[in-house]
């Protein structure tokens, strides 16, 4: 035992304790960071589309130049963006709200990671090689097939494969830590809504990135090893790949909103002071919108030809999802009902991803009427629907959980008056860019288009729809500065300072690398509100003091990740006009130091460490 702790005890560089650091918060931190970086990048890009479109006939931008844009910002906003801002929460949150000390698998949280960073990499680097994918983010064949797009197209199914690995690895990893690492007395009907919204999207992201998989690797065949799934002249067919898209895509919407509805069930709570209204009914509403979910994929293609029977079918049950749906929107209301609120930032973008969330539900609900699909379908009213959701439900929510968490994860608040100013920045913006376009939809503006001819009603508000798009931005810019002022300030506060109920407010801010000196002893839902009235405000013991087992660091997640973006780029490589080095060679290469990277973990031997009593007790009463 006292080998492995000094073992530990050895002094790291900063750089290289990060990269080798197998500790869910610290991951939890390295996914946030990246989430943010790849946000901007979708964020200029979002922008850059919007000056193009601020006035009729613009030459801003070639319409080349826009596909490009148009297809990197949603692949990067959905896929490099959204998720890992999530998983972000996910990681830092689910093993404190568990009350655990990690992850099931420390090693593997770790890889999954480097994992999605690589491949995000990899699909971003297509810009430096002849231009971006240009088909779109849902990348439709023949349109994304090698006889029409280039060599950016090889990047997105390539960087997507390689993420999607880390991404299903790190779902994998969610489930059997729910299912194992939980607390005494932590039952499934007592867990965090946030904890039950991530189990059943870790569900989700098991199922659907599957199919995404094996789309994207039989994309991979067609375009570089000569193969004819998608190419209808070779007996292919192109409505196959809709379907094995959608049965990914359509989940994950689900993916990134059952994490947010998550979060706002973990705010709403604990700035009305009050316990969550109707939690079982919200549990079984989370899991029978998963289902319905998955059920569903099939209305975005109303317009391809399926037939009436089965745009009926499909019609009917994507209806359906409005009434679990209906349950936590009034289950919410409920809650601050009677409640004591406080409308601090956390709040304030907690309280109005309702109203939003409800608006870009109803237009689902009109979209789902297969017959009057045909009139919205591939217009601006879809943008408006769709960003509703992702932006109006998602982003608000992220938000709400960034200026609630802000004080576990780094010991002090964000500033409230910049926070309040950058709420009313994002909210305004938000609905000056996508409200409007409902109305550019209806008046039959479609999707996808760089420019459009003058005086046809459609200069106004394309006009105010980018002004929208300046305010976001600059509330972005408001939360940096917020993040930067704050860290220099920083005015340290203690472990609850939310007086909120749930188990990660328990320790400390920031939280010891062991989370719990002991496994807390869980006796209700909101455990820790229950320990504030019932008891003396501490959670109680399930175990005595005793030296704590911790994994080790390793590099070689980072090493196998970087394997792994070899090998794909020499498969990119192998539709490159006269390489530098062979192709194959590159994937060898690839493959020595992914399987390498294996090997060596098979076969090291790596038995953790001990935090010794003393040094726990010394850091409890510091």
């Known amino acids: 035992m006292a080998t492995t702790t000094l073992a530990n005890t050895k002094s790291k560089s900063v750089i290289w304790d990060w990269l080798t650091t197998v500790d869910h918060k610290k991951l939890g931190i390295l996914y946030l960071v990246a989430g943010t970086l790849y946000f901007v990048q979708a964020g200029v890009m979002a922008l850059l589309m919007r000056i193009q479109l601020m006035y009729p006939e613009s030459t801003f931008m070639t319409g080349q130049t826009f596909n490009e844009l148009l297809t990197m910002h949603g692949t990067v906003m959905l896929f490099f963006a959204a998720t890992p801002l999530l998983f972000g929460f996910m990681n830092y949150m689910i093993p404190l709200q568990i009350g655990a000390r990690d992850v099931a698998f420390p090693f593997v949280n770790a890889l999954g990671f480097w994992i999605f960073f690589f491949g995000a990499g990899l699909t971003s680097m297509s810009w430096f090689f002849g231009g971006a994918p240009d088909a779109g983010w849902t990348a439709y064949v023949p349109l994304a097939g090698r006889e029409y797009a280039g060599l950016g197209l090889d990047f997105y199914v390539l960087g997507l494969q390689v993420a999607g690995i880390g991404t299903l690895v790190s779902g994998i990893n969610f489930l059997v830590t729910i299912i194992n690492m939980r607390a005494p007395g932590m039952t499934m009907m007592r867990l965090p809504l946030f904890v039950w919204t991530s189990f059943i999207t870790s569900m989700l992201i098991l199922f659907a990135f599957t199919p995404l998989a094996a789309g994207l690797a039989l994309l991979m065949l067609d375009r570089i090893f000569g193969a004819q799934f998608f190419i209808p002249g070779m007996g292919g067919n192109t409505v196959l790949w809709q379907h094995i898209f959608w049965i990914f895509g359509h989940p994950e919407v689900y993916i990134l909103v059952l994490p947010a509805f998550g979060i706002i069930s973990e705010v709403i709570p604990a700035f009305s002071r009050k316990r969550l209204f109707g939690y079982t009914a919200m549990v079984f509403a989370t899991i029978i919108i998963a289902f319905l979910g998955f059920m569903v994929w099939a209305h975005h293609m109303f317009t391809v030809g399926m037939g009436p029977v089965a745009n009926a079918i499909f019609a009917v049950a994507t209806m359906t999802i409005a009434v679990p749906t209906g349950i936590k929107i009034f289950n919410w209301l409920f809650t601050m009902w009677g409640g004591k609120i406080t409308f601090n930032t956390a709040m304030l973008f907690a309280s109005s991803f309702v109203p939003t969330f409800v608006l870009g539900g109803v237009t689902g609900v009109m979209l789902a009427m297969a017959p009057v699909d045909y009139l919205y379908h591939d217009t601006y009213f879809v943008v408006a629907h769709f960003h509703y959701i992702i932006v109006g439900g998602i982003v608000l929510a992220l938000f709400a959980g960034l200026f609630y968490w802000y004080p576990k994860m780094f010991g002090h608040k964000l500033n409230e008056k910049l926070g309040i100013i950058m709420f009313i920045l994002f909210y305004i913006g938000f609905h000056l860019t996508f409200f409007i376009q409902h109305f550019l939809g209806l008046m039959g503006m479609p999707r996808r288009v760089y420019t459009y001819l003058g005086d046809q009603g459609l200069d106004t508000f394309n006009y105010i729809s980018t002004i929208g798009a300046f305010f976001m931005s600059a509330a972005v810019i408001v939360l940096v500065i917020n993040i930067v002022y704050s860290a220099v300030k920083e005015e340290r506060v203690g472990a609850d300072p939310w007086d909120a109920r749930t188990l990660e407010w328990a320790t400390a801010s920031p939280v010891p690398e062991y989370n719990f000196a002991q496994t807390p002893q869980v006796r209700s839902l909101d455990p820790l509100f229950y320990e504030k009235i ?56 690839g493959a020595i130091v992914t399987f390498g990277s294996m090997i060596a973990r098979s076969v090291k031997e790596d038995h953790g460490y001990y935090i010794p009593v003393e040094e726990i007790k010394e850091k409890e009463v510091s």
């Open 534 to 589: 019932h008891g003396d405000g501490k959670m109680k013991p399930a175990e005595p003091i005793a030296p704590i087992h911790m994994p080790n660091g390793s590099i070689i997640p980072f090493i196998m990740s970087v394997g792994l973006f070899i090998l794909g780029f020499g498969f990119i490589m192998m539709n490159m006009e006269n390489p530098i080095v062979p192709p194959y060679a590159v994937v060898a290469l």
